[in-house]
């Protein structure tokens, strides 16, 4: 496997000017996999003034030139996915089952759907007074700031830098400093496959350096970002020098209820999938199993068996179904929260620790965890971010509702009910961006994606995201109108 293990800056991968270098490492043995170049003030300026100069002519780009290049990368990605699944899987610790079947193949179905929506993005035109043509155009914003996290660096290339090129916006992107691989592959092939030098540009650093200057940027125009609701609040100060946008995907504490109506095995299925999937590094996790008393034993019963069974170990083997969490330090965290559980009086079900398997104890593991809580403790209010779920019962809808409301975050959620009335009720009133009913963490880049509360604002996906990398521009134009004058002389 060859990897990139420089900065992206117009068109060329270079180093960085103040030489600094972070250890990339496999967190399945924590190997060291290369060490990249560190971007600090002096490259995020150089990245910055490439996409100022890149922008003109890619904003004025045809719309469906630009989306035809969107699919072209996204043809290069397939053709191109043995390389990213093992880049992938090495850096972050997904199964490589799961690059195989989900990173790669979102990510190109993504970048696709975006260009395709390069050339939709319509403006409107307003009935005004007569004699009056009024007429809305959707104008790009300049150049974007964009800083991702270390979950799903590779599928969030797309999420990220998709819509806002198919609006026309140039792109500084900085991944996270502990899996920047799969991104400096997706600039390798978007200069194979023919973007122009400075539209995108690439720069690996650390957060409170290079992702901190990136967010005050004056000649930045929009910062998005991907992360926890800590950092999201600095990102919002940081805006504030030159009032960029701001577009924040932030935390969760996904509430999954199932009600004694539900399809059992169904919801069995759905919330080990909703919790144990990317090792529960997902926003969107369903990380509090909320039941309703009557089905709560019979439900666990299956739930556990299920958690139990599933297959850890090496990322690289083809049979694995969960692997490594992302860092050693992540890895302290989610133990942490365990210890926490048992002082607040928590039941540990399963878990709660490093695996026995010897083989794996040079990574940074966490068994899958399940945790019986009270709503109000930590481990049910905070975001643990691994394979850990706090269950909580209730009695009925009301209470149901109360428990999955009852948080500061307001990202995704769901429910399992036969009740058609019930769905709908629930789907009106939890306050969520997204809601699913006999599923979970179900995402489409039509379908706008982001949430409410400490969950952050904006939207990513679908037609909301290009409004969000768009700018509406109103044009007056006199056609034949006689206005009085205003000062009659
Ligand atoms: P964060 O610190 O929020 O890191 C996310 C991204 O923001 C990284 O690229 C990080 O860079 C960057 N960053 C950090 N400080 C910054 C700053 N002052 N200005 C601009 N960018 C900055 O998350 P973490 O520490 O990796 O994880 C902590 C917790 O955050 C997790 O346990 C989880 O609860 C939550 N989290 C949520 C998400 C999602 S999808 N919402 C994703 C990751 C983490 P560096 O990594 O290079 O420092």
Not at 275 to 284: D, S, V
Not at 367 to 385: G, H, I, K
Not at 459 to 479: C, L, P, Q
Request: with cysteine; charged share 20%.
């Amino acid at each position: 496997m060859t990897v990139q293990n420089q900065l992206f800056i117009n068109g060329e991968f270079v180093d960085a000017i103040d030489g600094g270098r972070i250890d990339v490492l496999n967190p399945h043995d924590n190997s060291l996999i290369t060490s990249i170049a560190e971007a600090r003030q002096n490259d995020i300026d150089r990245a910055v003034a490439a996409a100022q100069a890149a922008f003109p002519a890619w904003s004025r780009m045809q719309a469906a030139e630009r989306g035809h290049l969107l699919m072209k990368l996204a043809d290069a990605i397939e053709a191109n996915i043995d390389e990213l699944v093992e880049i992938e899987s090495r850096d972050t610790g997904h199964p490589v089952r799961d690059c195989r079947n989900l990173d790669v193949p979102r990510t190109a179905f993504t970048f696709r759907y975006f260009g395709g929506m390069a050339d939709k993005v319509q403006g409107s035109e307003i009935p005004v007074e007569p004699g009056f043509l009024n007429y809305v155009k959707r104008e790009p914003l300049g150049v974007v700031g964009q800083v991702v996290p270390w979950n799903f660096p590779l599928m969030f290339t797309s999420w990220k830098m998709g819509p806002a090129l198919a609006a026309g916006n140039t792109v500084v992107l900085k991944p996270a400093e502990l899996t920047p691989l799969s991104t400096l592959k997706i600039a390798e092939l978007m200069a194979q496959v023919g973007f122009p030098p400075g539209v995108v540009n690439i720069v690996p650093g650390y957060g409170h350096t290079a992702g901190q200057y990136l967010a005050e940027h004056p000649q930045v125009a929009k910062i998005a970002f991907t992360g926890s609701t800590d950092v999201g609040r600095k990102i919002v100060g940081a805006s504030a020098g030159n009032l960029k946008r701001v577009q924040l995907e932030l935390g969760g504490k996904g509430a999954n209820i199932v009600f004694d109506d539900a399809n059992i095995k169904a919801a069995v299925g759905g919330s080990a999938f909703a919790i144990f999937h990317n090792q529960g590094q997902a926003c969107i996790a369903g990380s509090r199993l909320i039941l309703q008393e009557s089905i709560a034993d019979e439900f666990l019963d299956g739930f556990l068996t299920l958690a139990q069974s599933i297959r850890l170990g090496d990322p690289s083997d083809p049979s694995t179904e969960m692997g490594p969490l992302t860092s050693k330090q992540h890895q302290q965290r989610v133990l942490n929260y365990c210890d926490i559980a048992r002082q607040e009086g928590g039941e540990i079900l399963l878990g709660g620790k490093v695996p026995d398997d010897v083989a794996l104890s040079g990574g940074c593991y966490v068994e899958p965890t399940v945790v019986r809580a009270q709503s109000s403790d930590r481990v049910c209010q905070e975001e643990v971010f691994g394979p850990f779920v706090a269950v909580t019962t209730f009695k009925d809808e009301e209470e149901a509702l109360a428990i999955a409301n009852g948080t500061q975050y307001g990202l995704g959620g769901g429910l399992w009910t036969q009740n058609l009335s019930r769905a709908h009720r629930f789907a009106d009133q939890m306050r969520n961006g997204m809601v699913w009913v006999n599923c979970y963490k179900r995402v489409n880049p039509g379908s706008p994606f982001g949430g409410v509360g400490s969950s952050g604002y904006g939207r990513e996906m679908g037609f909301e995201a290009m409004h969000d990398y768009t700018e509406a521009k109103s044009v007056w134009i006199n056609v034949d109108a006689q206005i009085p004058p205003f000062y009659p002389r």
